[in-house]
């Protein structure tokens, strides 16, 4: 593994220097493999020659960031994904958190809205989304804006109606939107609460106190240090007890913040900020 | 080609359990390589893969974790519903980007970043399956330098997956489950 480097990893490396340097956005910590292949995709789908060739069109043409965007930030979510997250915030979490006059929700990586949708309806059924501010924030403004409008194909409702209620659902998702012309249009009563916000958990900083913030699958793109560099950020974010919750498949088990976190909800990946 | 690999990919489809109870648990305690294995697995959250295998086995089975540095003697298994990737720092990733082929997680996808990896000294394995997941990723493997096995079509439990392999990959080396259990031995 420690062959001179490609070509093709020099001009990945400049792309990315290119794209903080220029537009900052700041890729240069992410988990190179998935990097790597969707920069290719990129340059493949984009129509150019080569790596340097995109990162020249990219320099010199900020139109082609949200589109190169597009391919480097994963943009695949659902509601309620994992349903027994969610049966565990309604079970475990939203109890303590019924003991908080008002309650700041944040959901880091909310790519076109469908974890914070689930939060919010999940908060409403509960009878907590009336004292709950929620942030959702994202580096991808398309996503950004999708989120906002809150409109998804007819075809997903299916899956969203089965997680919903296979996460303990009190009500009909079906009482959250309208459906016409192939999509469905979500209630915009549900965003009178959130503040929709660019934030990167790379470059940006901590931006409000928190009783419990939602991100899930964004820290597997990072590296180790990176990882730990958004950790830190929800550790200064949170309240104290407040709660922190992680993708089906990340955990603090490798962090050097672990120790400010204790589990919560093990097998759901909810962890509790301690009382210091 | 090369004789002394630093890791192993797998991959596996339909029949894959079979497959698999013949090769891994064969493997000596004193294996030294790393082994990386997607098989295609329902999205549901929990899979029983790496117990299963544990409990087989004298080298050690896990459920691979983002992050996770790569030791040898260990066979990774990829997580329902989350592509497995190697990194080139000598450690694994987790990815829930698209599903390549209907699958996720996807034998292209890991191969791919494992033939970035390691290059000439990787050894790539196609097994039993009905589909094509592995074929382009078996290329990458080769175009790396790497060494390609593909389980024999004819003694596979579905033979769409080895086939595709070796259509793309006509000089892969074509082997029946106990000659490739053979050849790990000795790797
Ligand atoms: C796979 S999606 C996760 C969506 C949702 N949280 C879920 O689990 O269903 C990953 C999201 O992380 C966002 N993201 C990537 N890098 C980020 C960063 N540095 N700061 C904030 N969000 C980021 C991407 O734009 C994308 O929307």
Known sequence: ?276 | MNASPKAIVIGASAGALDALSVILPALPASFKLPLMVVVHIPPDKHSILAELFQAKCRITAVEAEDKEPIMGGTAYFAPPDYHLLVETNGTLSLSSEEPVLFSRPSIDVLFESAADAYGPDLTAIVLTGANEDGAKGLACVVEAGGTAIVQNPQDAFASAMPESAIAICPDAQVMSLAAIAAYLQKV
């Open chain 1, 1 to 276: 593994m420690s062959a001179p480097e490609k070509v093709e990893d020099i001009e990945i490396r400049l792309l990315l220097e290119a794209l903080y340097h220029q537009y900052h956005y700041d890729f240069r910590n992410y988990a190179m493999a998935s990097v790597k292949r969707r920069l290719k995709q990129a340059r493949e789908q984009l129509g150019f020659a080569t790596i340097s060739a995109l990162q020249e069109s990219v320099l010199h043409n900020p139109a082609m960031v949200p589109r190169l965007l597009g391919y480097l930030t994963v943009q695949v979510s659902e509601m309620f994904r994992d349903p027994s997250y969610f049966r565990a915030i309604r079970e475990k979490v939203v109890p303590h958190l019924r003991t908080y006059p008002s309650l700041k929700v944040w959901v880091a990586g909310c790519s076109g809205g469908e974890e914070l949708y689930s939060l919010v309806i999940l908060f409403r059924e509960e009878g907590l989304e009336e004292r709950t501010l929620f942030y959702a924030t994202d580096i991808n403004q398309e996503a950004l804006q999708i989120a906002e409008a809150g409109i998804y194909n007819l075809d997903r409702i299916q899956l969203f109606t089965e997680n919903h209620r296979k996460s303990g659902g009190k009500s009909s998702l079906s009482d959250y939107y309208t459906a016409a012309y192939g999509r469905a249009s979500f209630d915009k009563t549900l965003r009178q609460q959130v503040v929709f916000s660019d934030h990167s958990l790379v470059t940006d900083a901590v931006f409000a106190e928190m009783h419990l913030i939602s991100c899930r699958n964004v820290m597997i793109y990072f590296d180790r240090p990176l990882q730990d560099r958004a950790l830190g950020l929800f550790r200064e974010s949170l309240a104290r007890k407040g709660f922190l919750g992680l993708g089906a498949k990340e955990s603090l088990r490798f962090s050097q913040h672990a120790d400010a976190f204790n589990d919560f909800v093990r097998e759901e990946k909810i962890y509790q900020r301690d009382g210091r």
